[in-house]
Structures are given as structure tokens and as C-alpha cells.
């Protein structure tokens, strides 16, 4: 839509206030979304941190930004990484005979002396058979 100026008026009454919402992205953080654009959400957060069952503490506390109120999970983006480790290792087999089959971590490489220098792991032993300390 154009950016028309304001109008030369005293009062308007009887009108909802309206929000242009198309298909471009908000902003290049994935936590920007219609309701911080416009600031409603920060008006959400002191309605609930208020009137809320519990009481929050502050509006921060429900906020996806602050640190008080961020989700320990996704960190306030809205999305997980989750890592499959039986898709990345091969439990049957040693350090020695490539049980890290992800990329970079081949038999000899930089990452996989990390790990097989460290002297934390018998290298020929599968790993499998790995107890926790």
C-alpha cells in the first residue's frame, strides 16, 4: 500500500485501527512477527503480566527477547535443533574404524584426532561398549 500523509483532521471517531500484513518477511529476525511490529505484543505482555494467573513478575518475563522470559529451548526463535547421534554414529564400531560417520570426522582428520588424541577413549574399542564415568 502507498504512504499517504495524515489527514488534516481534529478527531476521527468510530474507526478500528487497521494493520497492513502482506507476504514480506518482517525484519531479518525470525522473532519479528505482526504483533512486535506494531507493539501490540508488548501491550499482551503488561495485560497478562498484570491481570495473568499467576501474576507474572513483569512483562519482560513474558517476553521472547529478555532473558527472563526467553524459552530455554529454542532460545526465543521458535524452533528446535534436535540431533539424531544414531545417525552420526555407528555404535558398532571403534574410533579407529570410523564410528563418527559425520562429515569431517573421518578416520585421521582434524576433528576425529580431537577426539581420538584426547586419550578419554580406548580407540580400538567399539563404541558400544563405552560406559559413562
Known amino acids: 500500500m502507498p504512504h499517504l500523509p495524515r ?15 502482506d507476504q514480506a518477511p518482517l ?21 497478562y503480566a498484570g491481570h495473568g494467573t499467576p501474576p507474572a513478575p513483569g512483562p519482560h518475563a513474558l517476553s521472547f527477547n529478555a532473558p527472563t522470559g526467553i524459552c530455554p529451548a529454542c532460545e526465543g526463535s521458535g524452533r528446535t535443533a534436535t ?18 560417520t559425520f562429515p569431517n570426522f573421518a578416520v585421521g582428520s582434524l576433528f576425529w584426532k580431537v577426539y581420538a588424541r584426547s586419550g578419554a577413549f580406548d580407540n580400538d574399542q567399539p563404541v558400544q561398549s563405552y560406559t559413562l564415568a
Open 83 to 100: 540431533l539424531d547421534v544414531d545417525l552420526v554414529l555407528d555404535r558398532s564400531l571403534s574410533l579407529n574404524d570410523g564410528a563418527i
Open 7 to 21: 489527514p488534516d483532521v481534529d478527531t476521527l471517531e468510530g474507526l478500528s485501527a487497521s494493520i497492513v500484513v
Open 27 to 47: 525484519g531479518a529476525n525470525p522473532r519479528s512477527t505482526v504483533g512486535t511490529a506494531t507493539d501490540a505484543w508488548s501491550l499482551l505482555r503488561q495485560l
